[in-house]
């Protein structure tokens, strides 16, 4: 995911409204609240806010992203963390579809919805893959995703976003375009970044592409990697998943 090179500029101002920590306690319930010292791997974990969350609830956490500019970001924010925190994080540069290290978790999570960067069927067979061959039997495998009743009951639309900080001021308009044969929307993104101090200004244009998906296909996905589905339900709501849920969180066990 090439895109997320200029993208890391700005991720964290992007996501500053975020609540990692309110997430990361969500995650860690739903994956049974594991005891201090239980081990996850995380796919795709950008700059590492998610990581560092569950860090500081006592889990071992190791980071997989393709993204060298994201994980400068995350290895930067090593050094502001408590030093007990920032020893229980490790991160990686690597294509999480192809990851393999030569050890098992007690859990894997990709976050963020990552699960719908991987448009391509091999990609996402490939990312599913990764998640079993890195658990052991019974091991759990959480993930997000667009969920794709919500997406074509409502429809992608044109956005205009302004937000800053002290260093940065940053307007975005996304314009979606859906593919709907594919099951993809391509969202392209204009960014004017300024820089306060200087004044200088840059342009970035991207195009996100995201694959939303539908229960049945992923019960089979997760089935035909190793996997048993267990449950899903919106993010961070616990709600039923319906026509007005774009993210929705699944959580799987390795059979």
Known sequence: ???????????????????????????????????????????????????AALAARGLEVAGVDRSKTMLQEARRRLTKLPRETASRLSFVQDDACTYRADRTFDAVISLFHVISYQTAQSDLEALLSTARAHLGQGGTFLFDCWYGPAVLAQRPESRNKRFENDALEVTRI?????????????????????????????????????????????????????????????WMTGREAGFDTWSVCFVATAQ
């Open 1 to 51: 995911m090439s895109v997320f090179a200029a993208y890391a500029a700005y991720y964290d101002l992007l996501n500053e409204g975020k609540d990692y920590e309110g997430e990361a306690a969500y995650v860690h319930r739903l994956l049974g609240s594991p005891a201090p010292g239980s081990t996850i791997l995380e796919l795709g974990c950008g700059t590492g806010l998610h990581a």
């Open 174 to 234: 996304a314009e979606p375009r859906m593919h709907p044969n594919e099951n993809v929307v391509d969202v392209e993104y204009d960014i004017t970044i300024r820089e306060k101090a200087s004044g200088r200004t840059q342009a970035i244009r991207e195009t996100h592409r995201m694959r939303y998906l539908f229960v049945p296909e992923l019960e089979v996905l997760l089935r035909h990697a190793g996997f048993a589905l267990q449950r899903y339900e919106e």
